[in-house]
């Protein structure tokens, strides 16, 4: 009897809830073409695609749409994004798998992106098909062919009906990947309120950037952070990298491609990395208070002072207080050496880290050490 798979690997506990989880769009096109490949080679109507992920999990996918035509046969499965929904969670992924003499051919039509630029993970002018899901199509089609007899080779071509309209609410246009979405996945699985898949997104950018021979680069953790950005002379709001909250991450992966960074935030994110916190999101760490508090204490707010900061619901609030003291500036000077303080300790001194720190109320609040040098070599093009 065949292995079925295994209930417990189709949810997974995160902050103590269970949650399920999905797979990915890759994950769909390998099931696709084996599916397709199935049908064409053995003349049988294929219901449902059993595919073995790179993260070890068996799954059992419904397979849709099913036509046979000569020696080519095309079919569709559908993108789960289990608890973790997408832009592409419901979206079928096709696959139109053709005999031919020997080979596995692998391609991207209607709604699949073509690279555009260089650092991503295809080279320019292929199938934003990433090379994890080309890996488990060529299996799934080499298994089908093993277990048909089959001596052969297949032409796949992998396409997305809805993907040109679903790159829009994507990263894709920005990092040069044109026409539809990418076709993605390095388990297979997409896992619940993973934060892999935006990590590995802002290394994508990253890598793009480096690619185009940029060895600093300007990051914001967000549309605040460009805005700001886009006011600043010598700075260029459109080639900046976006981090979101992966502050740690970025600058990790920024050491591992030697650029340099100059990071511009708003105080509301960045106050964080003043105390050492490299994910600024509010579940792994607020302290926002704490940490502007003690850096007015050491530049000589009183208690009292202290008090209403800690009291305080937003960073403008607190600068509020700090404004009736003449405090702003000599407490984000010092905020801005423990940034610069921290983000070198992240980097261990392996590349140059700058850093920005303004309001969108009180505008420009300090510049770590390199910032004014960092900002005329992004003028001059770094």
């Known amino acids: 009897m065949e292995e079925q798979p295994a209930e417990s690997d189709s949810y997974v506990f995160v902050n103590n809830k269970r949650m399920r989880r999905g797979h990915t769009t890759g994950t769909c096109a390998a099931a696709a073409s ?45 993108k789960d994004g289990g608890d973790d929904i997408d832009a592409t969670h419901g979206t079928l992924v096709y696959s139109e798998v053709s005999l031919i003499g020997q080979g596995i051919e692998i391609d991207g039509g209607q709604g699949v992106g073509r690279v555009t630029r260089k650092g991503l993970d295809q080279p320019v002018g292929n199938a934003a098909i990433n090379r994890v899901p080309r890996s488990m199509i060529r299996e799934a089609l080499s298994d089908v062919a093993s277990a048909t007899g089959y001596g052969g080779g297949f032409s796949v071509l992998i396409t997305i009906p809805e993907g040109e309209e679903l790159a829009k609410k994507t990263f894709n246009p920005r990092l040069g990947i044109m026409g539809g979405i990418s076709v993605l996945g390095t ?20 890598n793009m950037r480096a690619a ?10 967000g549309n605040y952070g460009k805005d700001f950005s886009d006011n600043m002379p010598g700075l260029d709001a459109e080639s900046a990298v976006k981090c979101s909250n992966f502050v740690g991450e970025m600058l990790d992966y920024a050491c591992e491609l030697k650029v340099d960074v100059l990071l511009v935030s708003n105080l509301g994110k960045i106050v964080k990395v003043a105390g050492g916190i490299m994910n600024t999101h509010s579940r792994n760490a607020d302290s926002r208070m704490e940490i502007i508090a003690a850096n007015a204490a050491m530049v000589g707010a009183d208690i009292c002072t202290i008090q209403r900061i800690m009291d305080c619901i937003s960073t403008d609030d607190a600068l509020d207080v700090l404004n009736e003291f003449d405090l702003i500036e000599p407490t984000c000077e010092r905020m801005a050496e423990r940034i610069e303080f921290y983000m070198n300790h992240r980097t261990g001194g392996a590349i140059r880290t700058a850093a920005v720190v303004f309001s969108s109320v009180y505008g420009l609040l ?9 900002i005329e070599e992004l003028e001059e093009g770094a």
């Not at 219901?47 to 790179?54: A, D, G, Q």
């Not at 300090?366 to 960092?374: H, V, Y």
């Open 212 to 221: 185009e021979g940029h060895r600093l680069l300007l990051v914001v953790p």
């Open 187 to 206: 388990s297979g699985i997409v896992e619940p309120m993973s934060e892999t898949a935006l990590v590995n997104t802002i290394k994508a950018e990253m």
């Open 366 to 374: 300090a510049k770590t050490s390199l910032a004014d040098r960092m």
């Open 34 to 78: 084996k599916a397709a490949a199935e049908a064409l080679l053995t003349g049988k109507a294929i219901e449902k695609v059993r595919i073995h992920t790179p993260k070890g999990i068996t799954l059992d996918l419904p397979v849709e749409d099913l036509t046979v035509s000569g020696s080519s046969a095309k079919c569709g499965v559908r």
